[in-house]
């Protein structure tokens, strides 16, 4: 399934990781015989760990980047983000080329984030949405009338799309005034 490809540009590492410390914890589990009873209990509960995790990874994975990202592309699934947002959300794309999947996957991360934290903490009436395609990147801007005073080190939500932008090598900045507006910048390599 050429979606499942993709998706896996964001965590093959880490996949192939934890599904290698799996198999050698479960191989080690079986072949423990000689040992004391809580060091294999302590093996078995880090084998159930290692394969709840990579659950875990895959189900977040294939949450982050829904089928209509591959088969419509950014405009569409932003798109999507933007209608069912519970304020007004104006969006424009500029992007006549598609970008790798992985950066696509991180833009969609990034407006999708950017938006909960708009509806959760800015107390705005709308909001706007803007990406564009360039000759190496793409762009993206994410603002809203809210309260402003977002700071990166104060939520989960900005570490979150700080270290997705930091993955894929961009940059991100935030603008967030006390009494606002907010503006949030992203901008990602994305090799022509």
């Known amino acids: 399934m050429k979606a499942g490809v993709t998706q896996l540009d964001l965590h093959d590492g880490a996949q192939q990781r934890l599904v290698s410390l799996a198999m050698k914890l479960g191989l080690t589990r079986t072949s423990m015989a000689d040992v004391p ?6 093996i078995a509960e880090a084998h159930e760990e290692a394969k709840i995790a990579l659950t875990e990874l895959r189900s977040f994975v294939r949450g982050l980047h829904p089928p209509v990202l591959e ?30 999947p992985v950066v696509e996957a991180v833009a969609y991360f990034v407006v ?66 006390t009494g606002g507006p907010t503006r949030i910048t992203v901008d990602l390599p994305c090799a022509s």
């Open 37 to 42: 009873e809580s060091l294999r209990d302590a």
């Open 71 to 100: 088969d419509r592309g950014l405009d569409a699934v932003l798109s999507g983000l933007c209608t069912i947002a519970p304020i007004p959300v104006r969006l424009r794309v500029r992007a006549p080329q598609r970008c790798p």
């Open 112 to 177: 999708a984030e950017a938006l909960t934290n708009v509806a959760r903490h800015a107390q705005a009436d709308r909001a706007e949405v803007v990406v564009e395609r360039h000759a190496h990147g793409l762009h993206i801007e994410v603002s809203d009338d809210g309260r402003g005073g977002a700071r990166p080190g104060a939520g989960t939500g900005l570490v979150g799309l700080a270290q997705w932008v930091a993955a894929v090598d961009g940059t991100l900045s935030i603008e967030s005034p």
